[in-house]
């Protein structure tokens, strides 16, 4: 599995941008995928992840009400929607699979694809 975001861009605060993550592999769908960011100067955190099959997405609180995950295993996509984007939510945006279940944890993926950044301008 190996992942490939798009979507990324300039927004001023307050608008909405969706972030694709398009991923190979056949099992895609026996996947956890999980949504991180990097801003500069700070460490990889978690944004969501969502697990295997059609379970219910998590999110971290910073994020929560804004942001909404979805999965579409028959284009072996994942989906990153924000809303209401603040100045803070600019970095890297990074997806990444792990088997089955998804966690907040960096290190538990697998697979990481490249990154997407997001500016958010105020």
């Known amino acids: 599995v190996q992942p490939v975001e798009s979507g990324g861009g300039l927004v001023q605060a307050g608008g909405s941008l969706r972030l694709s993550c398009a991923a190979s592999?056949?099992?895609?769908?026996?996947?956890?995928m999980g949504w991180f960011r990097q801003a500069p100067g700070k460490e990889r955190e978690f944004v969501g992840g969502?697990?295997?099959?059609?379970?219910?997405?998590y999110y971290a609180d910073s994020v929560k009400g804004r942001f909404t995950i979805s999965k579409d295993n028959a284009k072996n996509t994942v989906y990153l929607r924000m809303n209401s984007l603040k100045p803070e939510d600019t970095g890297v945006y990074s997806c990444?699979?792990?088997?089955?279940?998804?966690?907040?944890?960096?290190?538990?993926?697998?697979?990481w694809g490249q990154g997407t950044q997001v500016t958010v301008s105020s």
């Open positions: 592999g056949r099992t895609f769908s026996n996947y956890a």
């Open positions: 969502i697990s295997w099959g059609n379970s219910i997405p």
């Open positions: 990444a699979a792990r088997w089955r279940v998804w966690s907040a944890a960096v290190s538990a993926y697998d697979y």
